[in-house]
Nanobody, 126 residues
Framework: QVQLVESGGGLVQAGGSLRLSCAAS????????MGWFRQAPGKEREFVAA????????RYVDSVKGRFTISRDNAKSTMYLQMSSLKPEDTAVYSC???????????????????WGQGTQVTVSS
């Protein structure tokens, strides 16, 4: 059974930092591209960042470029999202997802991802 478990969310002041983790089990982690998505109250889920299976390709939504960094450790079957210079508009539930496409192509559409975690809440106060 595939499980993706996020951790590291919390309450932080604007300008602060958080590091999210996504621990995977039940799948061959290195065979999957991985992504982070978020959903704010009253809004649709949106793509945030993704990383290819080997870590050589990454992609970010424009609103987080220069502030967020995605990475992965295939030996630990874990993906990370380092978030800095957080803004109140970053407040959302952050979910990780796995895409079985094993290539350098980064996909950003929700339907392209095969497995999802439950999410972790990130709240940024002004």
């Amino acid at each position: 059974q595939v499980q993706l478990v996020e951790s590291g969310g919390g309450l932080v002041q604007a300008g602060g930092s958080l590091r999210l983790s996504c621990a995977a089990s039940g799948l061959t982690f290195s065979n999957y591209a991985m992504g982070w998505f978020r959903q704010a109250p009253g809004k649709e889920r949106e793509f945030v960042a993704a990383i290819s299976w080997g870590g050589g390709s990454v992609r970010y939504v424009d609103s987080v470029k220069g502030r967020f960094t995605i990475s992965r450790d295939n030996a630990k079957s874990t993906m990370y999202l380092q978030m800095s210079s957080l803004k109140p508009e970053d407040t959302a539930v952050y979910s990780c997802a796995a895409d079985r496409l094993r290539s350098s192509v980064i996909r950003t559409t929700i339907d392209d991802y095969d497995f999802w975690g439950q999410g972790t809440q990130v709240t940024v106060s002004s």
